[in-house]
């Protein structure tokens, strides 16, 4: 027996060197076991849309970017999370942070270190440090050390304080990989496989300083934030974006389902979806100003960014922008013959998708058309990362109010821009905010005229603007760090002023607001539950825990 069982052995082992060429799939160029980082690279950029836009969903109405049209939205009123569910709504971060980008970006990172090919190396790097971030920044504690460790089906969750010393980490690999010079010429062509900076490695290092500024701000409760880590928070955003030239901006191509922008009408995915109080008063003066009747106080940036109903020449004060109380929805939704319905977010008097499952350009509104571009990271953004740790570190500071009117003119100007990559649409609508109606703006009700008279709540509101629509999970940590409702230590109110909480939040948070998101059902509630019994995930009330940023 024990011969025979050889001579099996043996037979098996010569019919598989005998049928080598046959199997070797590696000799069909068609078909490459080992493809090049450039070929895996624009994928990887590609994915990044998706799980940011798919969670947007549900964090826009956290944040009140946006809520649901109708009463209760499960949502808004913060009552999402008895436990998850297999739908995986919230899970999306979380799947392309170790599924969608995760092995993919350490074989980049792996090939790249054989063939020399340093800048997808460090760029590699780059993009796990953001995934990362925003992973813990939405889910809290989470799988880090652990990470993608081959033969087992559980994972060690770390705390948040060690997943950011994780991300500073990477940022430090990605760059000391995108300032080598040498490079491999025959095999690293950066700008074969990046669409967003055409391989231009100035661009990602400044993008990697951003990563480092966001993540230093994470500290911004800690008792020595002000006076250590406020510093290395302007270090790095005067390392990053030097213009909105340098904006980290995805395209859309926008010729079929999958690569087209997931808020357009093609996709039909934001039917439901209306603008809240919170927007709407900041832009049409309420909030900011003081007075949304005076025409002057009304911000230009309005009328590209949101949509007016069809009562326009009601005498509507603010020009017909009308909005919903988030959980409340809207009250007129089910009148389809209302002209004080509240519009959706395609455009002025829209009710209703004008063309799903149609591609045509011209639709849509703002960040919400077919082909039009998604944010990752802006240079507006960062100008008000600097002017909070500035004004932080020293009340009155000029360099908060220097960083304050950069912040609020670079998000005019992103609005303005004509040229955006791969032939993606304008943001603006007919045609863009011209000099006059910006110097007005900035020479209005407003924007505060001296160094003197800024606060905290000036800056984080103006920022709120500039990210709304694109930069929901930074707004939500900005959210959480002020803990919704915090005070502003110099005008004793809100710092989010205007920030509504449901009088219908759900009874079984106890008055809390949601400050995390559960870990995906489909994989950790599935695979790895002893892990979440251990720091409390599957606790009914784990949503509400705060997060380690928003703690002192």
Not at 110 to 116: A, F, M, P, S
Not at 117 to 130: H, S
Not at 208 to 234: C, E, H, Q, W
Not at 318 to 328: A, K
């Amino acid at each position: 027996m024990r011969y025979l069982k050889y001579l099996i052995i043996f037979s098996v082992v010569t019919g598989m060197m005998s049928c080598k060429k046959y199997l070797d799939i590696n000799s069909d160029p068609d078909t490459p076991q080992t493809p090049d980082p450039s070929s895996i690279m624009p994928a990887m950029l590609s994915a990044i849309p998706r799980g940011i836009q798919f969670d947007a969903r549900y964090i826009g109405k956290f944040i009140q970017n946006w809520s649901g049209n109708t009463s209760g939205d499960v949502w808004d009123i913060h009552s999402h999370q008895g436990f998850p569910g297999i739908l995986d709504n919230g899970g999306d971060i979380w799947r392309q942070t170790y599924f969608g980008l995760g092995l993919n970006l350490n074989y980049i990172i792996n090939e790249g270190i054989k063939k020399g090919q340093w800048d997808y190396v460090g760029a590699a790097y780059a993009l796990k440090a953001y995934m990362f971030q925003n992973c813990t920044d939405v889910y809290g504690d989470m799988i880090y050390s652990e990470a993608f460790k081959e033969n087992t089906s559980t994972f060690k969750y770390d705390e948040q304080q060690i997943v950011y010393r994780g991300v500073d980490s990477l940022c430090r690999l990605a760059l000391s990989n995108l300032i080598r010079d040498d490079l491999n010429p025959a095999s690293s062509i950066l700008a074969k496989g990046d669409f967003v900076y055409d391989g231009d490695r100035a661009k990602w290092i400044r993008f990697v300083n951003g990563i480092l500024a966001r993540n230093f701000m994470r500290y911004s409760n800690k008792p020595n934030f002000n006076t250590t880590f406020a510093d290395s928070v302007i270090y790095y955003v005067d390392r990053s974006f030097a213009s909105g030239t340098d904006d980290f901006l995805i395209p859309f191509d926008a010729s079929k389902n999958d690569d087209a922008n997931f808020f357009g009408p093609f996709r039909n995915n934001m039917a439901t979806f209306r603008q809240t109080h919170m927007i709407v008063r900041l832009l049409d003066g309420t909030t900011l100003a003081g007075s949304n009747v005076p025409f002057a106080n009304r911000d230009p940036r309005i009328k590209h960014m949101l949509s007016a109903s069809q009562d326009t020449m009601t005498g509507v004060v603010n020009g017909g922008y009308r909005s919903v109380e988030p959980g409340q929805g809207d009250p007129q939704n089910a009148n389809t013959t209302s002209r004080t319905r509240v519009a959706n977010l395609w455009g002025d008097s829209l009710y209703a998708n004008p063309s799903a499952s149609v591609f045509s350009p011209g639709r849509g509104k703002y960040l919400f058309k077919d082909k039009t571009v998604s944010p990752v990271m802006s240079y507006s953004e960062l100008q008000f990362l600097k002017a909070e740790a500035a004004l932080k570190k020293s009340p009155a500071s000029a360099v908060a109010y220097t960083a304050y009117l950069n912040g609020i003119g670079a998000h005019f100007d992103f609005i303005n821009r004509g040229i955006y990559p791969r032939g993606n649409v304008q943001l603006y609508n007919l045609n863009p905010i011209s000099a006059a109606e910006k110097t007005g703006y900035l020479a209005g009700n407003n924007v505060k005229k001296t160094a003197a008279a800024l606060t905290l709540t000036d800056i984080m509101l103006q920022k709120y603007i500039a990210m709304w629509g694109w930069g929901f999970v930074e707004t939500w940590v900005d959210l959480r760090r002020y803990n919704y409702t915090g005070t502003d230590p110099v005008t004793t109110q809100p710092v989010y002023k205007g920030f509504i909480v449901p009088t219908n939040l759900i009874a079984s948070n106890n008055g809390q607001l949601t400050t995390r998101i559960r870990p995906r059902y489909n994989s950790e509630y599935v695979w790895n539950r002893e892990e979440l019994d251990r720091i409390g995930a599957t606790s009914p009330t784990y949503h509400v825990k705060p997060m380690w940023f928003s703690l002192p």
